[in-house]
């Protein structure tokens, strides 16, 4: 494999932290850093004031059928949403996805979360890539992954209640949700476009056959 001709200009000892505050501490934390950091210029930057988002990594698994060809999606609330716009549904269709526990691989929460949130077993797990979902302000890596199922049913009521989840399960055909995907008529997260443009273009490659 090759690897990519890129060296970042600058690293981690580039950036001098003057300030960093615990500001908030709920389902997230809050920091509030004072900082500077050297310019392409060679120069430092001026001090600036910034909040970081810290929250724990995650993994985010796209459950798959190849022998039946289905896709298998969750619905649930999405808190991000509420509040923002009144002709948008704050509930979404995405894939199954969850903070990594203390202790585990990303692999291991993939498997976990196939569970918890969608109620299958993962019979063989394929890793898709990591990826920053907002790295302009928050900490998370997200790392990806495609989960190879047999799909038993179409679909239920999932999650765990003392984490007050409430999630339902979609089955659709893989031509469906990726022909949805293709017109931009599926809104979803940017986990959920990476997962399925992955599964476009293994199909693709396959000359259109969905198995593996």
């Known amino acids: 494999m090759k690897t990519l001709a890129w060296i970042p200009a600058w690293q981690s000892s580039d950036v001098e932290i003057k300030e960093d505050n615990l500001i908030y501490e709920g389902f997230y934390k809050v920091k509030k850093l004072r900082l500077r950091h050297k310019c392409f210029s060679g120069e430092w930057s001026p001090w600036v004031v910034r909040e970081q988002v810290c929250r724990t990594n995650?993994?985010?698994?796209?459950?798959?059928?190849?022998?039946?060809?289905?896709?298998?999606?969750?619905?649930?609330?999405?808190?991000?949403?509420?509040?923002?716009?009144?002709?948008?549904s704050p509930w979404l269709l995405e894939n199954v996805a969850g903070l990594i526990d203390p202790g585990e691989s990303p692999e291991q929460t993939a498997l976990r979360e196939a569970q918890e949130e969608a109620?299958?077993?993962?019979?063989?797990?394929?890793?898709?890539?990591?990826?920053?979902?907002?790295?302009?302000?928050?900490?998370?890596?997200?790392?990806?992954?495609?989960?190879?199922?047999?799909?038993?049913?179409?679909?239920g009521i999932q999650g765990n209640a003392h984490e007050h989840e409430d999630i339902k399960v979609h089955v659709f055909s893989t031509r469906t949700i990726l022909t949805a995907l293709e017109k931009g008529h599926l809104r979803t997260s940017a986990s959920t476009v990476i997962a399925l443009q992955w599964l476009a273009n293994k199909i693709r490659n396959n000359h259109g056959k969905t198995s593996l």
């Open 119 to 155: 109620g299958y077993t993962i019979k063989e797990l394929l890793k898709i890539g990591d990826y920053y979902p907002t790295p302009g302000g928050f900490s998370e890596m997200l790392s990806v992954f495609c989960g190879i199922i047999d799909v038993q049913d179409e679909g």
């Open 58 to 88: 995650a993994a985010a698994v796209l459950l798959w059928d190849p022998q039946q060809d289905k896709v298998v999606l969750i619905e649930q609330l999405r808190i991000g949403l509420v509040g923002q716009d009144t002709e948008v």
